[in-house]
Nanobody, 123 residues
Framework: QVQLVESGGGLAQAGGSLRLSCVVS????????MGWFRQAPGKEREFVAV????????AYADPVKGRFTISRDNAKSTVYLEMNSLKPEDTAVYYC????????????????WGQGTQVTVSS
């Protein structure tokens, strides 16, 4: 079984930064495309970023482009999300997931999910 554990969430002020981590166990991390999603209260889960097996291939949702950076460390079986210039609208529970389908952005194309880590941004 594949397990994912997110960490690094917390409280930040607008304009600040946080770095999220997701450690993957029970599989072969280097063969997985990895994604980050988020879910705010009263909203559905939405795509944030994805990184392919080849780390140079990445994609971002428009609201975070230029502010967030996804990366991976295969030696540590870990995917990261560096969040800079945070805004209150970034407040959400952030989830990492293992992609199993062809889509970059559809949650149904991700097979395994972590429990999430809370990110709260105040002004």
């Amino acid at each position: 079984q594949v397990q994912l554990v997110e960490s690094g969430g917390g409280l930040a002020q607008a304009g600040g930064s946080l770095r999220l981590s997701c450690v993957v166990s029970g599989g072969t991390f280097s063969t997985y495309a990895m994604g980050w999603f988020r879910q705010a209260p009263g909203k559905e889960r939405e795509f944030v970023a994805v990184i392919a097996v080849i780390s140079t291939s990445t994609a971002y949702a428009d609201p975070v482009k230029g502010r967030f950076t996804i990366s991976r460390d295969n030696a540590k079986s870990t995917v990261y999300l560096e969040m800079n210039s945070l805004k209150p609208e970034d407040t959400a529970v952030y989830y990492c997931a293992v992609r199993s389908g062809v889509s970059w952005t559809r949650s149904k194309d991700y097979m395994y999910w972590g429990q999430g880590t809370q990110v709260t941004v105040s002004s």
